[in-house]
C-alpha cells in the first residue's frame, strides 16, 4: 500500500507538473476505473457487514436485564463518548481545516469526476430525507428495501431493535444467531481482506488521478486534513479519557500511558481493535488490577463497539469531504451527519481502513459523493493507526473506569 501510495503520487504530479498528455490520459480516463472497481470492491460487502456486525455486538450481550447495571454503564460510556468525539471532531474541523481553502474551480472539478464515476451515489441521494421526515425514515416499513435503496441508516436501526430482541431470548437460542452471526462476519472480513490485497493497484490508481486532477495542492488539503484527525485524537485522549481517569479511578496520567502502552504500540502497528485484543486483556489484569468480571466484559465489547477514535475520524471526515465537494451542511445536515456518524461509528469492524467503509450511510445521509471515498482511502494508513490506538484507548479506560466504580460490588 505504501509502494502503491508512493507510485501514485509520483505520477500524479509528473502528469501535473508537464502536462504530458500521455500521462494525464494514463493517470486520469486509464486510471480511474480501475480505483473505482476497487472501491466499489469494498462497498459491496457495505451491508452485509453493517448488519451482521451491528447484530453480533448488539445481541452478543446477552440478556440486558441480567446484565443489570455493569451493561447499562459499559454501554452509557461508549456511546456517551462516541457523542463527545464526535462533537470535538466536528470542533476540529471547522477550526483547522479552512487552513488549506479549495478553490470553486477545483471543487467543480470534483464533483464532475465524481458524478462521472457513482452512478449508484445519484441512486443513494434520491432516497436521502430531511427534517422531520427523516426522523419517521429511521423506522423503516421495509428494512429489505431500505438496503436495496441505498439508505443503510434505517437498516442499521432496525440491526439494533433485532439485536436488543434477540439479547432476551434464551441462552441456547440467542447463541444460535449470534454463531451464525459470527460466521458470516468472518467471511465477511476475509472478503475485505483478500479485497485489500489489490489495495496497492487500487490506491496507484486513486492517488494518481486524484493528485493528476490538482497536483500539489491536494497533497496539502490531505495533509490539512489528516493533521486535523491526529489533533482532534489529541484532545479526546488528553482533555477527556486521561481526566476520567485521574478523576473516577485515581490514577495519574504516568502510570496509566504506561499500564496501557503495550496495547496502543500494537494498536498502532496492527491498525486492528480485536487483535490487539489479547494485550488489552493482559494489561487489565496485571498492570491496572481490573475486576475480571469487568475487563472480560467490557473489553469485548469495546472491541466491538468502543469507536470513538474511528467516529472522531468520520465527524472530520464528513466536513473535509463536504469542504472539499463544495456540499454545504446546515445545522439539520450537521445534525444528521453526526447521528449517522454515531451510528456507524458502531458497525466499523476489526480490519484495518475500515472506518472508511463504514461511512458510506454517513455520506448517504448527508448527500455526499462516494467518490470521496477514494481520495480518503488512498491516504488512510496514517489516520487509520492512530483512530486505532485511540479506540484502544478509549476502551481500556472504558474498563478501568467500570472497573473502578464496580470493583467492590463484583469481588
Same mark, same amino acid.
Given at each position: 500500500?505504501?509502494?502503491?501510495?508512493?507510485?501514485?503520487?509520483?505520477?500524479?504530479?509528473?502528469?501535473?507538473?508537464?502536462?504530458?498528455?500521455?500521462?494525464?490520459?494514463?493517470?486520469?480516463?486509464?486510471?480511474?476505473?480501475?480505483?473505482?472497481?476497487?472501491?466499489?470492491?469494498?462497498?459491496?460487502?457495505?451491508?452485509?457487514?453493517?448488519?451482521?456486525?451491528?447484530?453480533?455486538?448488539?445481541?452478543?450481550?446477552?440478556?440486558?436485564?441480567?446484565?443489570?447495571?455493569?451493561?447499562?454503564?459499559?454501554?452509557?460510556?461508549?456511546?456517551?463518548?462516541?457523542?463527545?468525539?464526535?462533537?470535538?471532531?466536528?470542533?476540529?474541523?471547522?477550526?483547522?481545516?479552512?487552513?488549506?481553502?479549495?478553490?470553486?474551480?477545483?471543487?467543480?472539478?470534483?464533483?464532475?469526476?465524481?458524478?462521472?464515476?457513482?452512478?449508484?451515489?445519484?441512486?443513494?441521494?434520491?432516497?436521502?430525507?430531511?427534517?422531520?421526515?427523516?426522523?419517521?425514515?429511521?423506522?423503516?416499513?421495509?428494512?429489505?428495501?431500505?438496503?436495496?435503496?441505498?439508505?443503510?441508516?434505517?437498516?442499521?436501526?432496525?440491526?439494533?431493535?433485532?439485536?436488543?430482541?434477540?439479547?432476551?431470548?434464551?441462552?441456547?437460542?440467542?447463541?444460535?444467531?449470534?454463531?451464525?452471526?459470527?460466521?458470516? %462476519?468472518?467471511?465477511?472480513?476475509?472478503?475485505?481482506?483478500?479485497?485489500?490485497?489489490?489495495?496497492?493497484?487500487?490506491?496507484?490508481?486513486?492517488?494518481?488521478?486524484?493528485?493528476?486532477?490538482?497536483?500539489?495542492?491536494?497533497?496539502?488539503?490531505?495533509?490539512?486534513?489528516?493533521?486535523?484527525?491526529?489533533?482532534?485524537?489529541?484532545?479526546?485522549?488528553?482533555?477527556?479519557?486521561?481526566?476520567?481517569?485521574?478523576?473516577?479511578?485515581?490514577?495519574?496520567?504516568?502510570?496509566?500511558?504506561?499500564?496501557?502502552?503495550?496495547?496502543?504500540?500494537?494498536?498502532?502497528?496492527?491498525?486492528?481493535?480485536?487483535?490487539?485484543?489479547?494485550?488489552?486483556?493482559?494489561?487489565?489484569?496485571?498492570?491496572?488490577?481490573?475486576?475480571?468480571?469487568?475487563?472480560?466484559?467490557?473489553?469485548?465489547?469495546?472491541?466491538?463497539?468502543?469507536?470513538?477514535?474511528?467516529?472522531?475520524?468520520?465527524?472530520?471526515?464528513?466536513?473535509?469531504?463536504?469542504?472539499?465537494?463544495?456540499?454545504?451542511?446546515?445545522?439539520?445536515?450537521?445534525?444528521?451527519?453526526?447521528?449517522?456518524?454515531?451510528?456507524?461509528?458502531?458497525?466499523?469492524?476489526?480490519?484495518?481502513?475500515?472506518?472508511?467503509?463504514?461511512?458510506?450511510?454517513?455520506?448517504?445521509?448527508?448527500?455526499?459523493?462516494?467518490?470521496?471515498?477514494?481520495?480518503?482511502?488512498?491516504?488512510?494508513?496514517?489516520?487509520?493507526?492512530?483512530?486505532?490506538?485511540?479506540?484502544?484507548?478509549?476502551?481500556?479506560?472504558?474498563? %478501568?473506569?467500570?472497573?473502578?466504580?464496580?470493583?467492590?460490588?463484583?469481588?
Amino acid at each position: 500500500m505504501a509502494i502503491g501510495l508512493v507510485a501514485g503520487l509520483a505520477l500524479g504530479l509528473a502528469a501535473a507538473g508537464t502536462q504530458s498528455p500521455l500521462l494525464l490520459a494514463l493517470s486520469g480516463q486509464w486510471l480511474r476505473p480501475i480505483g473505482t472497481v476497487f472501491l466499489n470492491s469494498l462497498s459491496m460487502v457495505v451491508i452485509p457487514l453493517v448488519v451482521t456486525a451491528l447484530f453480533l455486538g448488539v445481541a452478543g450481550l446477552g440478556d440486558l436485564g441480567r446484565l443489570g447495571r455493569l451493561g447499562i454503564r459499559t454501554l452509557a460510556f461508549f456511546w456517551g463518548t462516541t457523542v463527545v468525539a464526535i462533537l470535538i471532531g466536528f470542533g476540529v474541523a471547522a477550526l483547522l481545516l479552512p487552513l488549506a481553502p479549495v478553490t470553486p474551480d477545483q471543487q467543480a472539478a470534483l464533483r464532475q469526476v465524481a458524478a462521472a464515476d457513482s452512478g449508484g451515489v445519484r441512486h443513494a441521494a434520491e432516497q436521502i430525507t430531511t427534517g422531520a421526515r427523516f426522523v419517521v425514515d429511521l423506522i423503516p416499513a421495509n428494512p429489505v428495501r431500505a438496503a436495496v435503496d441505498g439508505n443503510l441508516l434505517p437498516l442499521i436501526v432496525f440491526v439494533t431493535i433485532f439485536g436488543v430482541a434477540a439479547a432476551a431470548l434464551p441462552d441456547e437460542k440467542r447463541h444460535l444467531l449470534t454463531d451464525l452471526a459470527e460466521v458470516a %462476519t468472518q467471511a465477511l472480513i476475509r472478503i475485505v481482506r483478500w479485497v485489500l490485497l489489490l489495495a496497492p493497484l487500487g490506491i496507484f490508481a486513486i492517488v494518481a488521478s486524484g493528485v493528476a486532477l490538482f497536483g500539489v495542492r491536494l497533497i496539502a488539503v490531505m495533509a490539512v486534513f489528516i493533521a486535523t484527525v491526529i489533533a482532534g485524537l489529541a484532545v479526546l485522549i488528553a482533555g477527556v479519557y486521561l481526566p476520567i481517569v485521574a478523576l473516577v479511578a485515581r490514577l495519574g496520567a504516568r502510570r496509566y500511558l504506561r499500564a496501557v502502552r503495550a496495547s496502543l504500540l500494537m494498536a498502532f502497528s496492527t491498525t486492528s481493535s480485536l487483535a490487539t485484543l489479547p494485550v488489552m486483556l493482559e494489561a487489565a489484569e496485571t498492570d491496572l488490577r481490573i475486576p475480571r468480571p469487568v475487563a472480560s466484559f467490557v473489553l469485548p465489547l469495546g472491541a466491538s463497539i468502543g469507536r470513538t477514535g474511528s467516529a472522531l475520524f468520520q465527524a472530520v471526515a464528513v466536513l473535509f469531504v463536504a469542504r472539499l465537494y463544495g456540499v454545504p451542511l446546515g445545522w439539520g445536515s450537521a445534525f444528521e451527519a453526526g447521528a449517522a456518524v454515531f451510528l456507524a461509528s458502531l458497525t466499523v469492524a476489526s480490519v484495518p481502513s475500515a472506518s472508511i467503509v463504514s461511512l458510506v450511510p454517513a455520506f448517504a445521509a448527508t448527500g455526499l459523493p462516494l467518490g470521496g471515498l477514494q481520495l480518503l482511502l488512498g491516504l488512510d494508513r496514517v489516520p487509520d493507526m492512530f483512530r486505532t490506538m485511540t479506540n484502544v484507548f478509549g476502551t481500556l479506560t472504558a474498563a %478501568t473506569v467500570v472497573g473502578a466504580v464496580e470493583g467492590d460490588k463484583l469481588e
